[in-house]
């Protein structure tokens, strides 16, 4: 029996994500947080210090989309700064920062299609904070007051 060379796994896997057929192991949330990601209205988020430390969680709204958890933010936040410096990796926790949680890496990206997925959900989801902060978040997103960052579930 040939054995596949861990080149040609990693390949097989990148390909299989590529097309959303990727193995259970790669990158996936137990279905209970997954749950709790479509139905929670907040999430908490501690990002990594330069002593490698956890910061205290930030409840912040978000867009659970495709498997990860997105959020608008400045780009002075210490979310953003740290993502910046090299240290993405965070502590997503669903609901309340003592809920469900799991390992996270963030990444800054320009997607304006997800942006708009974002605003239209949060017209939703927060009704009544929605309207004294949706021209902050479409202004924000137009000017780069606001980014977005896009954390993915880490590598168990």
Do not use: N
């Not at 659970?64 to 953003?80: C, D, I, L, M």
């Not at 996270?104 to 990206?109: K, P």
């Amino acid at each position: 029996m040939h054995t596949a060379s861990p080149i040609a796994r990693l390949i097989v896997v990148g390909v299989l994500a590529l097309l959303g057929t990727a193995p259970s192991h790669a990158r996936t949330l137990p279905e209970s947080v997954e749950r709790d990601l479509g139905t929670a209205k907040y999430v908490y988020i501690s990002s990594t210090r330069k002593d490698g430390s956890l910061s205290r969680p930030a409840e912040i709204w978000f867009l659970y989309h495709q498997g990860a958890v997105y959020v608008g933010t400045a780009p002075t936040s210490w979310r953003a700064k740290r993502i910046r410096a090299g240290r993405p990796q965070a502590k997503i926790a669903v609901g309340t920062a003592e809920g469900p949680s799991f390992k996270a890496t963030g990444d800054i990206v320009k997607d304006a299609a997800v942006q708009q997925l974002m605003l239209d959900t949060y017209a939703k989801k927060y009704p009544d904070g929605w309207p004294k902060y949706e021209q902050r978040f479409r202004d924000g997103f137009k000017d780069g007051s606001r980014i977005l960052i896009k954390y993915a579930p880490a590598p168990q």
